[in-house]
């Protein structure tokens, strides 16, 4: 049972260029979520998707877009990288409920380190 | 808005030792918090969650606490091992039908030999 995995795992871009990060899930979670991690930063929520066929913003959205493919996979992509959007990117997944077993449990991705030069 | 605290930021203690992790939030009105460990360049484990409507969870050596009205949750480790040494993370669900975990900036905690 893979749980939630991340492509790439590490990536050097330079200011300008595009890219996507890839996130499967195969634990068949409703929610899936995409976060940031710096330094005394904690993680801030970057976008979310609570169902297949809907996004919403996080705490920090600008610059990234998103899609959700399908059940499985949630995509996170910077148009036009930026020296600030060095991070490392963790992506999770979780089952809303009330009470039950498991539900609400976030599922994280092993991440993803993004360096922008 | 809801802000997530956690101290110290570092922690050192001798193996064996029993330990208190904190967190603080700042708004009481949450669904449900959880606790996760993170060892250095993984992934988040989650550990326990608790309902807003609960006080405590206990999984093995691990006892996680909440006291909402005063804003508060612990996590006691008993016993501990070098092995527990990682960083520990609170968040906190803003309510029900909402998604949006808050995080803690964590309490990096070492257990020496």
């Known amino acids: 049972n893979a749980g939630v995995t991340q492509t790439p795992k590490f990536q050097v871009l330079k200011t300008g260029q595009s890219m996507t990060l890839q996130c499967a899930q195969d634990?068949?979670?409703?929610?899936m979520y995409w976060y940031r991690q710096d330094p005394g930063m904690g993680l801030r929520l970057i976008y979310y998707?609570?169902?297949?066929?809907?996004?919403d913003k996080g705490e920090v959205p600008n610059g990234y877009n998103v899609s959700r493919l399908n059940k499985r996979e949630f995509s996170l992509r910077l148009e036009s990288a930026a020296p600030s959007q060095t991070s490392v990117y963790f992506c999770?997944?979780?089952?809303?409920?009330?009470?039950?077993?498991?539900?609400?449990?976030?599922?994280f991705g092993a991440g993803s380190r993004l360096t922008v030069l | 808005k809801q802000e997530v605290t956690q101290i110290p930021a570092a922690l050192s203690v001798p193996e064996g030792e029993n330990l208190v992790l904190n967190c603080s939030f700042t708004d009481s009105a949450i669904y449900n918090l959880q606790w996760f460990r993170q060892d250095p360049g993984k992934g988040l484990t989650s550990l326990l969650l608790i309902q807003s409507s609960q006080r405590e969870q206990t999984s093995g050596r691990l006892n996680a606490s909440l006291d909402k009205s005063s804003g508060r949750s612990t996590l006691y480790i008993a016993a501990s091992q070098p092995g527990d040494s990682a960083t520990y993370l609170c968040a906190v669900t803003e309510g029900s039908g909402t998604y949006k975990y808050i995080f803690g900036t964590g309490t990096r905690l070492k257990v020496l030999a």
């Open positions: 998707s609570a169902s297949e066929g809907t996004t």
């Open positions: 634990m068949n979670h409703n929610s």
């Open positions: 999770a997944s979780s089952v809303p409920g009330h009470g039950a077993s498991g539900a609400n449990v976030l599922t």
